[in-house]
């Protein structure tokens, strides 16, 4: 019995994680300047929401806790955020933390401070690994996507505007590239498939040639090492898609990649073989 309220909670707080991302939209909007003149009607239902679900979260992490007997720990947590769930406007601040790479991650304070009370438990990871898997699994599966769809490649929108169809039947949030979604313009890394519920970016690459290889990838470090990452993009991931002409290896091409030491939350995927017109 025990078992499945604990096992209900993690699946709650999931949820309602999922649904903080969407209603904060507007928060993070202003704190990036993301959105010209976002209205101030907007703006108080994006806090009123967010702060809704951040409560609901707090509660279940609270029963969460007693159920597993952490009497010390739950002290301990109430005693930090009792005083700060309660007030709307501290509920719904931002905060930041500094990366490995000298960028900064900017996201809601209590999320930040409750993902270190959650780093002993595997539920809240677990999750996030099995859906961004599931996406690898999707995106590696494009030439076969590309076949069954009798998609005609001539450019890269042929394949975005699939993979988006596809996508959507799996992901609540799938969008195309949007100037709201980053800090800054990219000058070629423009993701046309964003998959919001992950906060992650994806950007395919036609490689019709050896040498297109080295270029993209150049380009491509070019904006990694401009990029700054914020709540509403965690993860960058470009897909090389390589015609029948290119006979470069994809451990060649995953080599030249690690060479060029890429920040970690952009990552590689090489699909070979594809019919380019």
Known sequence: M????????EQEFNSYYKEVRIASEYIFALNYGGYDGVENEDLEFSQVWTHEYLYRMY???????????????????????ECIITDKKKATKMSSILLTYGDTDDDLFLLIEWKKFLAPFSFYWKNENKENTKLIQLLESTNEILKLTKTIVKKEEDINSVIREIADLYYEDVSAYSVGYFRHKFTSYK????????????EYKLIRENKD???????????????????????????????????????????????????????????NDVAIV
């Open 2 to 9: 025990v078992e499945e309220k604990i096992k209900f909670i």
């Open 59 to 81: 509660n279940l992490l609270c029963v969460y806790f007693e159920l597993l007997q952490l009497h010390d720990y739950l002290e301990k947590f109430k005693k930090e955020f």
């Open 191 to 202: 993701p046309d498939v964003i998959i919001g519920e992950l906060n992650v970016s994806i």
């Open 213 to 271: 290889v080295g270029t993209k990838i150049d380009e491509l470090l070019i904006d990694a090492k401009r990029y700054t990452d914020n709540h509403l993009n965690k993860e960058c991931i470009a897909v090389f898609c390589l015609s029948t002409k290119v006979t470069k290896t994809k451990k060649q091409i995953n080599e030249d990649w690690k060479k060029m030491l890429f920040p970690k939350n952009w990552k590689l995927i090489v699909i």
